[in-house]
């Protein structure tokens, strides 16, 4: 452990970076922070001494708990805008739940090294499917894809989600214009259930860092730290509106590269550092 009395203001400078960097990268792509977030954060607090035992639960869920923030904002915009299908939310929402209580169970019972294994991996297959699929012009919903594969598919999204810190939106988004949801109306709809990946998520880091009983870092509530949050949902919110400005002079494929290139910078770094 770092000596403490000498991490503040260190912290608070790469937290006010981490925020803007992720904020920009997430109104130039049009995501949640969380992917950018995740590794950012356990990089920081391993540089600043921190134990890397718990550096990527505490990214994790430091990254949860800034989607929660920043998405309920988001999902109410859409909201009001009648962008939110309220008939998918209210039937995806159970199952991703669930998913997201089993994956913080599950990445709170395994180490930090294999957390790492797991987000790197992840991240390269949707730095892949970014990399190579192509955005659907029509509507047609997938005949495969009934109720219950959506329902089971929205719990993998909840699980998958939970252990790599984001909101999912990157997954359901596309999920959704498999079933013939228009596009405006499904990134509405992801903001939503990026909430209601968030809230469980957060509460399970907590409870599951807490009971763990060994040491956190100050300003921690379980595996949930409240200085990270603090910085970084501030910081991220007033540099998105300039990400969102430079991706309108960027074109859709363009865009689809850049951010393959940034999960796929990510990944390899995370690798690396096994």
């Known amino acids: 452990m770092a000596d403490t009395s000498m991490i503040p203001a260190d912290l608070i400078l790469l937290l006010l970076a981490i925020g803007c960097m992720g904020g920009f990268l997430s109104g130039l792509l049009g995501v949640g922070g969380g992917i950018i977030f995740v590794p950012a954060l356990f990089f920081s607090l391993s540089s600043l001494g921190f134990s890397e035992e718990h550096a990527m639960h505490i990214a994790i869920g430091s990254s949860l708990a800034v989607v929660m923030a920043t998405g309920s904002t988001s999902a109410f915009s859409h909201y009001k805008r009648g962008g939110v299908d309220i008939a998918l939310l209210r039937a995806w929402s159970v199952p991703i739940v669930i998913g997201v209580l089993l994956g913080a169970v599950v990445a709170s019972s395994v180490k930090s090294a294999v957390l790492k294994e797991i987000f790197a991996g992840m991240t390269l297959i949707i730095a892949l499917y970014m990399a190579f ?41 596309p999920l959704m214009s498999y079933i013939g949801l228009p596009m405006p109306r499904a990134v509405g709809t992801g903001a939503a259930l990026g909430v209601a990946v968030a809230v469980p ?17 100050p300003w921690s509530i379980g595996y949930v730290n409240l200085l990270t949050v603090a910085m970084i949902i501030p910081s991220s919110m007033l540099l998105a509106p300039l990400g969102v400005k430079v991706s309108h002079n960027m074109p859709r494929a363009m865009l689809r590269r850049v951010f393959a290139a940034v999960l796929m910078i990510v990944s390899v770094r995370m690798f690396l550092s096994l």
Request: glycine residues 12%.
């Open 201 to 217: 998520g957060v509460l399970s880091y907590m409870v599951t860092g807490f009971l763990s009983g060994e040491p956190l870092p």
């Open 133 to 173: 699929s192509k955005d659907r012009t029509d509507v047609v919903p997938l005949r495969f894809l009934t109720q219950a594969v959506q329902k089971f598919l929205a719990a993998v999204i909840g699980l998958v989600s939970a252990m790599l810190g984001v909101g999912g939106a990157i997954l359901t988004v």
